[in-house]
């Protein structure tokens, strides 16, 4: 069993930085994509950014492209998301998500299998 555990989140001024913190706990394969989520009100969660902890892939959305960084520290078992020059449509839950094997260039809900529950940004 494979839980994740988010924290990080908050409330912050338009043009400002957060970062996100990914627990991971249980059994994960050394081949695994890490994923980072956000869904807005009355909006489809959408992938943000991943990456692969078997190697240095990454990817991420355009919309989020040169703001965001997603890094992780595998002896810690913890993916980040640094977030700089945030906006108010920034604003939204952020959930991480885990699956086996490697990361694609898309980063698709339906393809990961592990969810945390969830952590709240608010860009005002």
């Known amino acids: 069993h494979v839980q994740l555990v988010e924290s990080g989140g908050g409330s912050v001024q338009a043009g400002g930085s957060l970062r996100l913190s990914c627990s991971v706990y249980?059994?994960?394969?050394?081949?695994?994509?890490m994923a980072w989520f956000r869904e807005a009100p009355g909006k489809e969660r959408e992938g943000v950014a991943n990456?692969?902890?078997?190697?240095?892939?990454?990817y991420y959305a355009d919309s989020v492209k040169s703001r965001f960084t997603i890094s992780q520290d595998n002896a810690k078992k913890t993916v980040y998301l640094q977030m700089n020059n945030l906006k108010p449509e920034d604003t939204a839950v952020y959930y991480c998500a885990v699956h086996v094997g490697h990361c694609y260039r898309t980063v698709v809900k339906e393809d990961f299998h592990f969810w945390g529950q969830g952590t709240q940004v608010t860009v005002s």
């Open positions: 249980g059994d994960t394969s050394n081949s695994a994509c």
């Open positions: 990456i692969y902890t078997g190697g240095r892939f990454s």
